[in-house]
């Protein structure tokens, strides 16, 4: 069935549960999960407009909070992992459009499953914002769990 499956996460509370499920998912078929953490890369916005000396990070103090940022959110999914004899690995990707951070991952990784948390945005919110997992579940060739 399933050998290898990515599971992406952001740190958030239904993210956690999507972790939990996985983990216990990936025990139960002796699976490899890949844990996956999307984040934005430096850029400098709007040179046009004087921006007071020393307001925005330097490029490395960002690479340096979005190391820190995808350490914290692994530590969980690597306990739980652990816990249930789970082998995986952690992945961190910079792409400014998540789903397709997430979707290079699988690709790169030759994961079979994408899991994901729904966030369950609704009304304005969901339209202003978009879904990555509406995204990844239209952009992926992929079959996608989705946990709400």
């Known amino acids: 069935m399933f050998k290898k499956i990515l599971v992406a996460t952001d740190g958030s509370d239904i ?3 999507a972790v939990t499920l996985s ?12 844990f996956a953490f999307v984040a934005f890369p430096y850029t ?18 960002h690479e340096k909070s ?3 940022q995808a350490h914290r959110i692994f530590r969980l999914a690597e306990q739980i992992a652990k816990a249930a004899s789970v082998q995986f690995k952690t992945v961190t990707l910079n792409n400014a459009q998540p789903w397709r951070g997430l979707l290079q991952i699988a690709s790169s990784e030759s ?14 919110s969901a339209l202003l914002l978009g879904s ?5 579940l239209t952009h992926s060739h992929l079959p996608v ?3 709400r």
């Open 145 to 147: 769990l989705v946990v």
């Open 132 to 136: 990555e997992t509406q995204k990844v």
């Open 23 to 34: 983990v216990e998912f990936a025990a139960s078929i002796n699976a490899e999960l890949v």
């Open 66 to 68: 979005n190391r820190e």
């Open 111 to 124: 994961c079979e499953l994408i899991c994901m948390a729904s966030h369950g945005r609704g009304g304005l």
């Open 15 to 17: 993210d956690q549960r």
């Open 44 to 61: 400098v916005v709007g040179s046009q407009f004087p921006v007071p000396s020393g307001t925005l990070p330097t490029h490395a103090e």
